[in-house]
């Protein structure tokens, strides 16, 4: 049997498929390329004084980006700098090293996008949940990475009219700074005059982009949806809304977090002992659903996953396949636990039908 370190694997099936410290949300991380000051490669601002204590460590134009991040409500923005002949896999390599978890972009060319793109879904498949904000990629096509794509946007300040990907250190103050308390569909863009409209509002939504629009005298995002356009029983078309996936992201990190300080080599793997944690992750489900982040109206709720512990005694034990539920969930497998759950994640009001009859 291959020995491998502790594996943590938190599944999300659609419908069904505080922990000690709330993981930390709203994090922006914005790579920038400068050689101004070469002394550091990375900076965490939580406030604009901060910023402008240290202007001089960056271009006008790169100091302009970290502004337009933080000029919405995010908890911190982490500015990852690396030399103008430095590529975008050395950012990011600088990123896993600095910040665990939250959104990514930068201002650049079509291969540093390719090159996020890549990146973000690598480390979705080891079920980190880092998430990215890129332009105008080619159907990236995952829940992770939101596609943004108008080609101009007029700015109110003496930047007057700029290309698209321009206001993405924007876009990433705004996601970051939603993140799970509040959607981002018609947010609105305080720092745009105007916005050049894609060809196409509903075609450009349903090919998973991410686009804003005019409302009379307001730039708004259209809908909150990231780029995700292939649907599947693991990835449901829930998981095309951002807000969606931020709650997912924080139960993934909250648990795995908890369980890997708290509980690994610490407690045997009897019944009694999964219960424990068992209760603890339904308490934080509780808690959650207090918050308006699950459905207070729903269940909500974890336990053994009994099919799954299941078919791994019987891989080593036949007759295991004719245990009733209630001795397989107390014939704890080996090492492991098998968990299952079951929430509903509370997504923002957009549509509305109202009909009204007149007498």
Sequence with gaps: MTITLPNIEIIFKQLASNFIK?????IAILIVKDDTDTSFTSKEYKNLKELEKEKTLYTSENYQYILDTLSFQVTKVVVIRVSTTETMVD?????????????ITTVGIADDYTAIVNWIKDKESNGETYKAIVYN?????????VNFTNANVVFKD????????KYLPSL?????????????????????AKVE???????SLNLGKFILINDFDNVKV?????????????NSEDMRYIDTVETMDLITDDIRNTFKNDYIGK???????QVLFISAVNTYFSSLAKEDILDLNYKNYSDVDVVTQRAAWVKIKPEAEAWNDTKVRNTTFKRNVYLGGDVKILGAMENLRFNISMF
């Design 22 to 26: 709330r993981s930390e949300r709203g």
């Design 91 to 103: 950012a990011l390599s600088i990123v896993e090293k600095t910040v665990k978890t939250g959104w």
């Design 137 to 145: 990629a080619t159907a990236p096509d995952c829940k992770h990475i």
């Design 158 to 165: 003496a930047r007057a009219e700029k290309t698209g990907d």
């Design 172 to 192: 990433l103050g705004i996601i970051a700074s939603c993140n799970i308390e509040k959607g981002t569909t018609y947010f609105v863009c305080e720092n745009l």
């Design 197 to 203: 409209e894609v060809a196409d509002n509903n075609d």
């Design 222 to 234: 259209g809908l909150g949806i990231n780029s995700l356009t292939t649907f599947t029983d693991v």
């Design 267 to 273: 407690y045997k793997n009897n019944l009694d002992n």
